[in-house]
Structure formats: C-alpha cells, structure tokens
C-alpha cells in the first residue's frame, strides 16, 4: 500500500471504524494517530482529531490528540536538534545569510513556535525542525509547543465533538475565536515569563 492509497484510506468514517475496533487498547490508538502526525505530514490533522473527539469523547479525545502530537513534536525536535551539531550543518550555519536568518529564528523562536502550533494545518514537521536547527531550549520549546497545540486541539475537539451543533448554529464558532484570541493574550504573558 502506498502512501496515496494510505491517505485516501483515511477518511473520517475509517478513521473511527479503526479507533473503535481498537478501542479495547484504551487510548493508545488515540494517542498513536496524532503522533505519527509529526512524521507523516499528509495525514489529516482535523479529521482524527475530530475522530479522536468523536470517539473518545471531548476531554478524553482532546488529551489523547494533544498528548499525542506534542511528543510526536518533542521527538521530531529532540532528534533535529541532536543532528544539527553535525559538522555538515555547522559549516552550512556558518554562512552569513543562513547566521542573519538564524539569528532572527532565535529571537522569535517561542512566538513562532507557538502561534504557528495554533494552525490546524500546517507543516508541523518544520517548525519542528526550525526549532531544533535554531537551537531553542528544550523547556521554550516545550512550553511554546505544548500551549498552542493545547489551544488548536481544544478548538477541532471542540468542534468534532458535534459538528452538527456548528452546522445548525453556525454563530457558535464565535466562542471558538475568542477562545483563539484570550489564548494568544495570554501566550504573550507566558512569552515575557520565559524570555
């Protein structure tokens, strides 16, 4: 099975027929699926983790996908960051363009971290990687990663959970957009904290 096939397999109906058939492995499918999220990049992000809502249940589903793709995050970072001491990558961070742009990733590490973990879509693997690259502390990255995920994943599970109540009552994602706004408030606070 190639990965095309694998990925058109993945719809959200087979994506619950896998979670429920394997339900009696308590939340280790829940967990697994967001995790390999860091090291698969096509796989969809909404939609298991609205099946993870779906399954599990809203606070159940939303611990299993956040556990899940923050340590998927935290390898993928962990093993970048391990590699870029290699003498290849020193002497390519050594050029003077790549010194100005990592200069710039160091500054805005933590907010680049994190306002880009809010996104539901995006290249996770990247920012990932970006950030072991830059060098960025374990406990920033951590935090960085670890709250936005929070916020993003609260918000598909929140939505997945019963998609039916936002078709109905389309006005309802205006809860979801302030709950996105006071998080980001309140990233900034957690920012200066750590900076």
Avoid at 11 to 20: G, R, S, V, Y
Avoid at 40 to 61: C, D, K, M, R
Avoid at 103 to 114: C, S
Avoid at 146 to 154: C, D, I
Wanted: glycine letters at 6%; hydrophobic letters at 55%.
């Amino acid at each position: 099975m190639g990965i095309t096939e694998l990925l058109s397999y993945l719809t959200e109906e087979n994506l619950a027929m896998i979670l429920d058939k394997y339900r009696s492995l308590g939340p280790l499918p829940g967990l697994l699926l967001p995790f390999m999220k860091s090291f698969i990049p096509p796989l969809p992000t909404l939609v298991i983790i609205s099946v993870n809502a779906a399954v599990y249940g809203l606070w159940l589903g939303f611990l299993y996908s956040w556990i899940g793709i923050v340590c998927g995050c935290l390898v993928t970072f962990a093993i970048v960051k391990k590699v870029a001491g290699h003498p290849y990558l020193e002497r390519w961070a050594q050029k003077p363009k790549v010194q100005k742009s990592l200069l710039w990733a160091r500054r805005q590490a933590f907010n680049y971290v994190f306002i880009l973990s809010l996104f539901p879509i995006g290249p996770f693997v990247v920012i990932n990687m970006a950030a072991g690259l830059v060098g960025m502390r374990f406990r920033s990255f951590l935090v960085a990663v670890a709250a936005g995920k929070a916020v993003m994943v609260l918000s598909v599970s929140f939505i997945g959970h019963d998609p039916k109540r936002f078709i109905e009552n389309p006005y309802e994602l205006i809860y979801v957009a302030l709950f996105i706004a006071i998080s980001l408030v309140i990233s900034k606070k957690i920012e200066k904290r750590f900076m």
